[in-house]
């Protein structure tokens, strides 16, 4: 298999937006981006041959000299220059399956950040079966993000928005259950009234 670069036409020198996939040929690649063939450039790059068994990991692209954002702090890891154009310590950039990070310091606080995410998700959805009880399904529980509308946007440590289906439900309500705001979309008011036991007429 060969290592097919696809960079944008506009910007082939910018690497933000350009892909490497393996495929036996320039053709075989392109066939499967047939809607972005006017926007992309297409070469076969031999020296990258190599990292077909492993794919073009963000290590990979690292050690190629490819600009990649540490999951943590969003430098450049290759980056000399820190934010305020200081000269920084040379990093020793670390892994996972996915992202790469300047150091294992940053990788620290990235896993402390999801960790946070983690518990914030379990409260939040804890908080909705407590306000709704156990015949809730659950189908998403934020650990960060939060609705424009939600009372306690100002509270990060209540941070999370829920999502779920209630019996008899079609579609699913959203919300956030610290400040008790949930939309109910239209087709599912009358099935939510039945459900809460609430007067049908509006
Ligand atoms: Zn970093
Ligand atoms: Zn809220």
Known sequence: MSAILISPLDDPYNDIGATVVFAPSILHAAAEFTDE?????????PEWDKYEATGFTCQAMVEEGWTVPCRFCEQDVNDEYDRDGELRDPTEPVYDKRNAYCSQQCKDAQ??????????????????????????????????????????KQEPHLSGMVEFRFPGSKGKVNGCPHCRQFGVTRRDLAAWKTWRKLPQAD
């Open 37 to 45: 063939l006017a926007f992309f450039e297409f070469s076969h790059r």
């Open 111 to 152: 896993a402390a950040v999801w960790h946070e995410y983690a518990k914030r998700k379990a409260l939040t959805s804890a908080v909705a079966i407590v306000l709704f009880g156990p015949d809730i399904d659950i189908t998403y529980a934020s650990g960060s993000s939060r609705s424009g509308w939600c009372k306690c």
